[in-house]
């Protein structure tokens, strides 16, 4: 096989004349060999070069659509760290497209069940997947990236498969996958709602868990990656040896051309692959070490900060450029505008502890490509908490905003002043270091918890369906029935309920930063009271468009109207005192006009506030808040148009018009007015 052509890098699988390069990093193997398929027939080929610890040569006859996969020969010392085992099948960690799935069985671990200090000798080719060599070429024409500033950002975190798998606007055959998410009708419902970028759930290649399949249920939520350059093959119209790619290129294409940008939920912080009991299917039998992080003076054992039995080694130099290079291929070949970290807190873990200036976020901070896109943390893992920790360019998961907005609204204690900061862009967290409210990702509900409904009907999860005996998911919600548990005739309970989902999209919607509105929320969908919907692969978890909630979506279209329309209801600053000079300013008041005293903020029976907010330029708004149970009287303040009019509540007795010297609000109400100016 000649070799005089082939290259280290890139690595995985590059098309040259005549066939391909394949690179594959390890530096603890003694040989890799690229086993290529033509159905079941299996043909080895020995990478002959070794240059800096990458195995690579070049393949005659490689093309796309050539199924193959990797085996890695090398030492089985797991009290070493090694898990070479020759007789497994391996994902090239660079592969781009994933073909099949996963037959489980004592034949894809590297170790015996029985005896997990010794290697498993069985092979496992019949039960694994193979990977696809792709033709990376693409017709993007005339595609460009919306590009919208933060400031006018609305992100609308959603599912492919859910998203469409019911719409009934959507061709049968194209529902709950690539196209389907950007088939016009699916767009449209996004357009008109007037979000400007959707968060998709897990696309990377995901790997279905045993113990679910043996209950009867499947990973729907894709937690789960093993493959961090290809999209999940399940999620395309057109099978998954290969069109997955273009058609998921095609998805990003058609969003773009609506003018939604496309923002990807990536799980770099563990695989799929799980602890030292797990299967070897792709980095713990090519450089357990180099990718992931065992545990020093045990090495058979891996540090877990994730909860899943695993953590990237972000350490090393080898799993520090899998992240990077697939980071930087979705934004160069996929052209998508964003990331979400899941537990992004674990990727700065480079030595153990969570550090401001780690690796990869020196890494990332320094990268061109990367600069032009959103860069969203989820600031924590399973060993700490880490709000306001990431550098100033990146924005953050505000769960304080979700937990403070929930206790407000649901009867919480001391909560007034926590929910002020909230609203004026978490100052208490990001105005020290400089930040902007920006930084801050507004949330009241996400795919890991209760949606909207479920949080004004539910004191309790109700989570049975996942089989674990209610012991799985958040016990604490600060969610509120409302009078009943769950679905209900009473037109009270029913109207509390209705009111209350109102003043929790109002409060996200109104505040300073960028908020994140959970899919389906807009529309009244429920889980039934399943808080951890992970693995609810049915229509606990799929939109139900046949019956959709007009009501709710004609407010929250009408509130993403008035924030799009309206830079002081979106400021990109945090707003100071007229004292200061600021063009950008915000008053706050008691219900009786006065001024908010210190002992106010931690008073417990105060729980009514307007919000005066003024920008240079622009109409003033006073955002009124009562969560009370009972009315409330609020005196307005001075308006710097000639009068206040009410643009909109969740109070259905306001009508729309102009007001006097007060307003009553009623208990759990709450209510925007605006001062045009030289009105």
Known sequence: MPSDRSRPYPLGVSLVPGGANVAVYSETAELVEVCVFDGDEETRFPLPEHTGHVFHGILPGMEPGTRY????????????????????????????????????????????????????????????????????????????????????????????????????????????????????????????LGVTAVELLPVHQYVQDNHLLEKGLSNYWGYNSIGFFAPHGAYSSAGDGGPQVDEFKWMVKALHAAGLEVILDVVYNHTAEGNQLGPTLSFKGIDNAAYYRLVEGDESSYFDTTGTGNSLNVGHPAALRLIMDSLRYWVTEMHVDGFRFDLATTLTRQDGSAELHSAFLTLVEQDPILATVKMIAEPWDTHGYQLGGFPARWSEWNGRFRDDVRSFWNSGDDVLGTLSQRVLGSPDVYEASRRSPLSSVNFVTAHDGFTLVDLTSYDHKHNEANGEGGNDGEDDNRSMNCGVEGPTDDPEVLARRRKQ?????????????VPMLLGGDEMGRTQNGNNNAYCQDNETSWFDWEHVDDDMLAFTTELLRLRSENHTLRPAWFRQAPSTGSKNTVVMRRSDGEKVEPEDWENPDVRAVTFVLAQEGDDTFALLLNSSDNGVEFTLPDARGKTWRLVISSDPGHEEGGLGASLILGGRTFALLRSTVNA
């Open 501 to 513: 989902q109102k003043n929790f999209m109002a409060t996200l919607l109104l505040s300073a930063g």
């Open 69 to 192: 996969g990797l085996r890695v020969h090398g030492e089985w010392d797991p009290d070493r760290g090694l898990r070479h085992n020759p007789n497994k099948l391996l994902l090239d960690p660079y592969a781009k497209a994933i073909e099949g799935g996963y037959d489980w069985g004592p034949s894809v671990f590297g170790h015996k069940l029985d005896e997990p200090s010794e290697m498993d000798e069985t092979d496992d080719a019949a039960s694994v997947p193979r990977c696809v060599v792709i033709d990376p070429r693409f017709d993007w024409s005339d595609d460009a990236s919306p590009r919208t500033s933060l400031s006018e950002t609305v992100i609308y975190e959603t599912h492919v498969k859910g998203f469409t798998k019911l719409h009934p606007d959507v061709p049968e055959e194209l529902r709950g996958t690539y196209a389907g998410l950007g088939h016009p009708s699916a767009i449209e419902h996004l357009t008109r």
